[in-house]
């Protein structure tokens, strides 16, 4: 059973960072991908970056482009999502989500993806 667990949100000024970790269980990471993706009250979810194991290919959405870097760990199993110079626009509640056999080059769609955490949620103070 997939499971994921996220962490690391928190309540930061704007300007700061924060890093939000993803650790992952009960699957193979190298037939995976690990999207992030950010629910701000009374908007839809939508997908901010993405990671595939495989070849480590990478995307982020136009918004957090040169702001956030995902990375991995895969020893640890975690995925990681940097967020620098962070705006009170990030204030969202984060989540990271697993699918097998996707690709990351155009972005994580959130209806593709069958396995989620349950969520960290993100403060930006201006």
């Known amino acids: 059973e997939v499971q994921l667990v996220e962490s690391g949100g928190g309540l930061v000024q704007a300007g700061g960072s924060l890093r939000l970790s993803c650790a992952a269980s009960g699957f193979t990471f190298d037939d995976y991908a690990i999207g992030w993706f950010r629910q701000a009250p009374g908007k839809e979810r939508e997908g901010v970056s993405c990671i595939n194991f495989s070849d480590g290919r990478t995307f982020y959405a136009d918004s957090v482009k040169g702001r956030f870097t995902i990375s991995s760990d895969n020893a640890k199993k975690t995925v990681y999502l940097q967020m620098n110079r962070l705006k009170p626009e990030d204030t969202a509640v984060y989540y990271c989500?697993?699918?097998?056999?996707?690709?990351?080059?155009?972005?994580?769609?959130?209806?593709?993806?069958?396995?989620w955490g349950r969520g960290t949620q993100v403060t930006v103070s201006s």
């Open positions: 989500a697993a699918e097998q056999h996707y690709y990351c080059t155009y972005g994580p769609a959130k209806n593709d993806f069958r396995s």
